[in-house]
């Protein structure tokens, strides 16, 4: 008996290019997506999803990461059966230049983490 192939796991990043600064501002204006973004800002790398500080629960957090990643604030990606989060801060630069760097530094400083140069 053949076994059936399987296909890799792929997440629907939305292209930045159709993102509104309605859409934008309204997913950092949580304060657990700041959150998400200055953990992601002062790792210096990608983060798994179950990584992340958050003081919600794990269906609530995947709410968070979803607005997130269609605001086009994360990147999700598998690596293998991990899904991973990155911040597109030079995808919304182009799109909305100086707003995602402020926000970044915002987000680090209401948290009081030290972020990595990116």
Do not use: W
Not at 1 to 15: I, W
Not at 46 to 66: E, K, M, Q, Y
């Amino acid at each position: 008996m053949t076994r059936p192939k399987t296909t890799s796991r792929t997440v629907d990043n939305p292209s930045v290019a159709g993102v509104t600064l309605q859409q934008l501002l309204e997913a950092v204006a949580d304060p657990v997506r700041r959150s998400v973004i200055a953990q992601l800002a002062t790792a210096g790398q990608d983060i798994s999803c179950g990584a992340f500080d958050l003081p919600v629960s794990r269906s609530t957090a995947t709410h968070h990461f979803n607005v997130l990643r269609e605001a086009g604030v994360i990147r999700q990606h598998y690596r293998g059966t991990t899904k991973m989060n990155s911040l597109r801060s030079d995808d919304l630069d182009a799109r909305f230049p100086g707003l995602i760097r402020a926000i970044i530094d915002s987000c680090v400083r209401e948290s009081g983490q030290v972020a990595e140069a990116r």
